[in-house]
């Protein structure tokens, strides 16, 4: 399995070096770079936009330093995230994908449908709650361990960890 070595957020401007303050917007691009992520972050006066190699990016604030709670869950890019995942084959994108669907169910923000397996491959179909549409997601059939590896993977990418 892929290990993501990324930090929630850096608190430094990856172009200028400055230090980002608390409270202060930035922008976060989610660089795909082979088999695995990383997240730089950006001062407003230095984004221009996501660089070409981006897989996803948002925006945020700087939280306060002593700030230990979870930040809250975007639901929206959870879910941009998931559908820029499709087709993928790669085992660690698969299964990337697969916690991400579970963690929309989770959420609310899709409904499992039903699970079987097709010529030995098992596969779960979840409806997004906003649109209706219908997504089929390889399940990998993960260990306990793993899916709890998976899953702080997905935070520590997404910055929520």
């Keep these: 399995m892929t290990e993501y070595q990324i930090q929630p957020i850096t608190r430094r401007c990856a172009k200028t070096g ?26 407003v006066e230095a984004w221009q936009g996501p660089p070409a190699n981006a897989f996803s990016f948002w ?6 330093p002593q700030q230990s709670a979870r930040p809250r ?7 941009e995230c998931f559908q820029r995942l499709e087709g993928q084959f790669e ?9 991400v669907a579970l963690l929309l ?10 699970s079987k397996v097709d010529d030995g491959v098992g596969q ?14 390889v399940n990998p059939r993960l260990s306990d361990e ?11 990418v997404l910055g929520w960890a």
């Design 105 to 114: 169910v989770r959420r609310k923000r899709f409904k499992l449908e039903n």
């Design 73 to 79: 869950i975007d639901d929206d890019l959870l879910e």
């Design 59 to 64: 925006t945020g604030r700087v939280p306060p």
């Design 146 to 156: 793993e899916m709890s590896a998976v899953q702080e993977e997905v935070f520590k």
């Design 18 to 43: 400055r230090e980002l303050v608390s409270g202060e917007k930035y922008f976060t691009a989610l660089l795909e770079e082979g088999d695995h992520f990383r997240r730089e972050d950006y001062a």
């Design 124 to 137: 779960i179909a979840v409806r997004c709650a906003r649109t209706g549409a219908t997504h089929s997601v």
């Design 91 to 99: 085992p660690n994108k698969v299964n990337f994908r697969y916690v």
